[in-house]
């Protein structure tokens, strides 16, 4: 099984800045994408930024030019910088694995985000 745990959420104000850290542990499975999830209360859970293991990036449109998304292959870890953050950005981020064919994933807990004044 592979573990994930986040960590680095909080409460920042408008147009401040937070880092998140995704570490993966175990094993059993390759990890072959690593992907941002967030959802906000009342709201479905949306993608925020995925990246593969070859480095390829996609982000949310809502999130372009202000978050990126990152890793470290040799630490086994995914980070997302968020900057410019905005009070519609205040969720529970979730971290989440897969395998390339989708047969096997997991999930961390989520860390909280509050954007506010």
């Known amino acids: 099984q592979v573990q994930l745990v986040e960590s680095g959420g909080g409460l920042v104000q408008p147009g401040g800045s937070l880092r998140l850290s995704c570490a993966a542990s175990?094993?059993?499975?390759?990890?072959?994408?690593m992907t941002w999830y967030r959802q906000a209360p009342g709201k479905e859970r949306e993608l925020v930024a995925s990246?593969?293991?070859?480095?390829?990036?996609n982000y949310a449109d809502s999130v372009k030019g202000r978050f990126t998304i990152s890793r470290d292959a040799a630490k086994n870890a995914m980070y997302l910088q968020m900057d410019s953050l905005k009070v519609e950005d205040t969720a529970v981020y979730y971290c989440?694995?897969?395998?390339?064919?989708?047969?096997?994933?997991?999930w961390g807990q989520g860390t909280q985000v509050t954007v506010s004044s």
């Open positions: 989440n694995a897969r395998n390339r064919l989708s047969t096997a994933t997991s």
């Open positions: 175990g094993s059993g499975w390759t990890i072959y994408v």
């Open positions: 990246i593969t293991m070859n480095g390829a990036t």
